[in-house]
């Protein structure tokens, strides 16, 4: 700079005018003045000091400039355009200036130089500033800072700048430094931040001026200023500035400066903003104000791209934890007194949303382990401000699941530790952190009164211990008292600690105590709810509003269990006050009631049931119902209208599902979706009137009426929002990211239905999905998709569901409840059923591609993946084709989403998938033949989606192609075509009794074959029985090999095994229904099946008849037959298949004879079917047996023929023929001949039997009318009948009679002969030696059957009265009996009482109560009467008749006492 010159400089001019320069004159200074080193020196410090002190730099320069140069300073430099600066004052001409003024002073160019350029930094910031307090440039102080720093740049490359002295020049300038200037000397590396914090002399100083210029970021920040992007990087650079030096470990500290001042200024400024973000939060900042912008912006440093790179360190977790110690304990104000009385303040929803927010974001860094732990220190070290800390727990409980089991355990220890050493401090905490945990609903915790009773309410409880634990703990209630909630006091009196007796008097004190305090609180322990809202913070509900809730909720419980609530039964008995005061008047409001009875019917006839109502009070409440259908202008009195607020909650719940919604699709909210979930639940329970305290505890089993489901109005809207914002949000979730990166947003959505109003979304999907399903839009389909994956996912937290009457003890997990409503029927339910299960199985594979098979397993039941490759089978011919491995294909699920959802093309991508292909290796997943039969049965044929000509294509496709060669491992059949076979029929038989096979309608008929597409399954039963029938050996006879029979008999005698068995009315309807069902295949089947086809002389009656013969015997006889025969179509189907059978043997006429001949012991009801169904029988054997022989019929078939004639000869008015033998053939030909004609021809038609007897006074029934004179006709014959009534094996009728009339007949043979009393003549009775063993066993068979309580059997039908000779009930019957027998005895002669004893021993001892005295007192009987057999001892003395009479009327009596006792025990 020496050469250069400065017009109009202030120093003196030179010769020629010419004005001298400042070196000229220092130098003629120097020459007039002597050398003096000291003198030198102090110059020198002088002139340091001079530039140091020298505010004004420029000046400075223009000082040491020539007059002839141009004006040059940094002021002119920084506003120059770049252009300019290079071409005129280049940053190397500006260097070399310095230098030489640097050398000429004694100055270090780099002190001379950094003092330079802070002051044009101080001019850059005192600016004209935009703001009051401005920590951002504007644009043009931004230009100028630029080009100022480049030149800083070049000073510290050439070494020409010292830092050190720059930081304390900037330091002079504090109160005009901007933040933003610090921030760029920092980031372009002129001076780090650290460097300029360690340079400051007071670190209280700089953190203040830290904290109010971080202060002034946040809020323009916030403001939306234009130049937001700049100042977000400025926060965040600074903050991870300081979260990494100021929560590092000291071993990481290796920097050159000394370490000690930075970690303690970046914690500071850390510390001051938190603090200032509480106590903002604590006065009640206001929304939208600068302050409130602040709070937020700075609560947003915790969000993971805020912390950038430093996240992958420890210093963030460091951060955290000491962010939320400081939040736990800053300004402890309140006491734990003042937490009992306001934590129902401080639940999550109730919670600032700026500190949960700030919750959530410490969440992320921090495990709940981590979370808890750290809780749990604090409180044991420190003291803490109980509202932040209590809100705290409310967070984890509500956005961890895992919270409740991990809070659950600290608090048990919390309690056993105070319990052990009677620890107050820990006994507060524990119940402050359930109370907490308990107003945030039971889907996050259990509520407080469970709790309690869990902890109190055993001997295994923690004050269980010792006298001391006693009263430690009734003593910390009582100190509780004056502080406690009424809710909190209500629940310990209802539910108090179990006491031993005692210690009585601490439990009755503190309840005393309780008491005293609710009624000071004017609240009354008898008129609290069944269902009160302990975490309700507003006044108690009157008892009558209270009554009407308590109402709705146990009507809710009992529609969805079947059962009364557990908590009314509990009330009816120890709140008996409320239950009868308030609870039954608000149920029993008088109302017109339906036709069909609704729920409040059923529980109402259930509670009378139980006798939980008072005769008077139902009798009261009927009249009035019956006034009110009476008055309809009345009935108004007993209906409630909704109240106008109602629509309120509504629209409240609309409004937060809008908010979530809108969530869905911004990326930087993701981090509020568990608070907005929070805000849903609390809305919805306000929207459906629960309370927060309600427990699904009670609700073990969900009853769910498939085919009727219904809802309450407003359930009904509630779930539809709720339903229609879950698809809405998966659509829009769904166009940001796939199902595996949108969050566990539907996690917590579901959860909170699951926690409110899990029923009522199960009925409603019901409705939609069994109901609406074919009518439901693609989007819908996919949510309910996505919503029964997420439901299966909590399958273990979920009841289990009835599905009602066809299931009435089967609960079914939630995931298998949707394959019981998705219905494979008709084309509409087809496709509809394919677009559900391809959804759902996508969206899950997406969802949890990363995680385990269980996972999958746990969210998809079996059936829905079997019916999903049932139904691509049947649909898509190019799936029934193996699949190579080329074939895999990817799984996208942005395809499924989309409006024109191509469901053939996802549903084929699906199958193709390769994760989908190794799920379908498991084994429990496999589509087996039985589960194709059960989903092939279902389909309607008249509507099906495939034609007929397709379906049978597709029916042997599956049946000889897929599934008879795979393996019996993999659901097949290994080949084996009488397996398939057996598979086929098992599977018609449990569709035809499974609820499935037809509607449940009044008019529904179990039509086999009908619109459930068994005509054609049928038809391929047929085709697989022939398969087989020509796949026999040939050296075996067709049909059958010697030792086993066919394999459909063995199918029969299996399920027959395996049903109930016994004589009530539903064990008989489910065989019969059974055997129904057999005699449909069979009749379906050749008749080779009941025979064979041929008999052989070796083996004349094959194994096939053998079968059907005992199939005939043993369950037919009983359920398929009516008066002594088979039915016509069984009946034909036999015979037809026995004539082809025996025309294919040498001798035909001989095999059909003999094996008719063995019918007559094997199986007679077959003969006396054919003799009932001869005359349209006869034709079609007859046109057999002549197509090939030309010979008459088998003699044995000409005696049915005989029989038959004889009885039509009989009835005719010529003179009847001789009856053939066997004489029972004609017996029963005759017996059906008369059954037959009208009943004013009967007696006419007997008189030719000799059965005349005069009129009944009584008009008798026809039976009975017959029976009598069949009697008559036997007695006046001298015949004896009584054997009739004596039937056993051993006696050839007794054989017969019992393998042709059914068991319920031969059961009622007592009643018969009772009902038959007046029949008998009292000689007759007398001289048969056997009626009185007969009557007595008639007797106590009689007795039996009616201690059976098979009384419905003898009963008359509804709406006739029983007349039979005066018996009005089976009790009259047996009363008669009992008459009749003592008048019979002392009648009889003493050979009658032979063998009386062995008759009461073959009945059971229950049955002969009395029996054995009557026997003694015919010991001691009158001497006459005495029989030698039965007398074991002589009488001590002589009886009359009339004592003996009065002694057995008296026995009979008590007999009949006893009668009545062991009827009611075994009923």
Partial sequence: MAGLQVPNSASGQGPGGRRRSWAELLAGRLKRQKCNPERAQKLKDSAVRLLRSHQDLTALLLEVEGPPCKKLSLSKLIDCDSSEIYANHSSSFIGSTLQDQASRLGVPVGVLSAGMVASSVGQVCTAAAETSHPVLLTVEQRKKLSSLLEFAQYLLAHSMFSRLSFCQELWKIQ?????????????????????LLESHPDMHAVGAWLFRNLCCLCEQIEASCQHADVARAMLSDFVQMFVLRGFQKNSDLRRTVEPEKMPQVAVDVLQRMLIFALDALAAGVQEESSTHKTVRCWFGVFSGHMLGSVISTDSPKRFFSHTLTQILTHSPLLKASDAVQMQREWSFARTHPLLTALYRRLFVMLSPEELVGHLQEVLETQEVHWQRVLSLVSALVVCFPE???????????????????????????????????ALEGPSAFQSYADWFKASFGSTRGYHGCSKKALVFLFTFLSDLVPFESPRYLQVHILHPPLVPSKYRSLLTDYISLAKTRLADLKVSIESMGLYEDLSSAGDITEPHSQALQ???????????????????????????????????????????????????????????????????????????????????????????AEPSSAEEPLEQLTAALVELRSSMTDPSQSDVISAQVAVISERLRAALGHNEDDSSAEISKIQLSINAPRLEPREYTAVDLLLTSFCQNLMAASSVAPPERQGPWATLFMRTMCGCVLPAVLTRLCQLLHHQGPSLSAPHVLGLAALAVHLGESRSALPEVDVGPSAPDAGLPVPALFDSLLTCRTRDSLLFCLKFCTAAISYSLCKFSSQSRDILHSCLSP????????????????????????????????????????????ALSLWTHRTFRELLKEEDVHLTYQDWLHLELEIQPEADALSDTERQDFHQWAIYEHFLPKSSASGGCDGDLEAACTVLVNALMDFHHSSRSYDHSENSNLVFGGRTGNEDIISRLQEMVADLELQQDPSV???????????????????????????????????????????????????????????????????????????????????????????????????????????????????????????QTKCPLILTSALLWWPSLEPVLLCQWRRHCQSPLPRELQKLQGGRQFASDFLSPDAASPAPNPAWLSAAALHFAIQQVREENIRKQLTKLDCEREESATDPSKALDVCAAVLECLEKRKISWLALFQLTESDRLGRLLLRVAPDQHTRLLPFTFYSLLSCFHDDAAIRE???????????????????????????????????????????????????????????????????????????????????????????????????????????????????WTAWAEDLLLSHSCWLIVGTATQR
């Fill in 175 to 195: 109160n005009s430094l901007l933040l933003e200037v610090v921030w760029h000397l920092h980031v372009q590396g002129i001076v780090s931040l650290e460097e």
């Fill in 1329 to 1443: 030696e056997a009626f009185l063993h007969v009557a007595v066993d008639m007797y106590l068979r009689l007795v039996q059957l009616f201690v059976a309580g098979d009384t419905s059997t003898v009963s008359p039908p509804a709406g006739r009265s029983l007349e039979l000779q005066g018996q009005g009930n089976p009790v009259e019957l047996i009363t008669k009996a009992r008459l009749f027998l003592l008048q019979l005895i002392p009648r009889c002669p003493k050979k009658s009482f032979s063998h009386i004893a062995e008759v009461t021993s073959r009945h059971p001892p229950w049955a002969t109560w009395g029996t054995r005295e009557i026997t003694a007192a015919w010991a001691t009987c009158p001497p006459g009467w005495q029989c030698e057999a039965t007398v074991s001892a002589r009488a001590p003395s002589l009886w009359s008749e009339a004592q």
């Fill in 550 to 640: 308590d109402v709705e909720k146990a009507i809710m419980v009992f529609e969805h269990t079947g059962k009364i609530p557990v908590t009314v039964m509990e009330a009816s008995i120890f709140r008996r006050p409320y239950y009868v005061s308030h609870f039954l008047p608000a149920l029993l409001t008088p109302r017109v009631l339906p036709k069909v009875p609704d729920s409040r019917v059923a529980f109402i006839e259930s509670l009378k049931r139980a006798d939980k109502i008072p005769p008077s009070l139902y009798s009261t409440y009927c009249q009035a119902c019956s006034a009110a259908e009476e008055k309809p202008g009345d009935a108004a009195l007993g209906v409630r």
């Fill in 863 to 906: 059936g829905l993946i079997k019916k999903f490759q049932f139904l691509v089978f049947r649909l898509f011919s190019e799936a029934r084709q193996p699949l190579s491995q080329e074939d895999a294909a990817s799984l996208s699920w942005r395809p499924l989403y989309l409006p024109s959802a191509d469901w053939q093309r996802a």
């Fill in 403 to 437: 919270a409740q089991q991990l809070l659950g355990d600290w608090v048990a220890r919390l309690m056993a530790q105070a319990f052990e050493s009677c620890q107050l401090d820990s006994m507060v905490t524990a119940f402050l952190v359930v109370r907490q945990a």
């Fill in 1037 to 1159: 006879p067709l049909g059958h090999t010697p030792s086993q029979g066919h394999f459909l008999f063995g199918i029969f005698c299996r399920r027959l095994q395996a049903l109930t068995s016994g004589w009530n009315v539903a064990a008989r309807l489910q065989r019969q229904r059974e055997l129904l069902m057999y005699k449909r295949i069979l009749l379906r089947l050749p008749s080779s099946v009941l025979c064979g086809s041929s008999f052989q002389a070796e083996q004349p009656i094959t194994a096939r008849c053998e079968q059907f013969f005992h199939l005939v015997n043993s369950e037919m006889r009983n359920f398929c037959s009516h008066g002594g025969a088979l039915t016509q179509d069984i009946t034909a189907h036999f015979f037809r298949g026995l004539l082809n059978a025996c025309l294919r043997s040498r001798d035909p006429s001989l095999t059909v004879d003999f094996i008719l001949a063995k019918c």
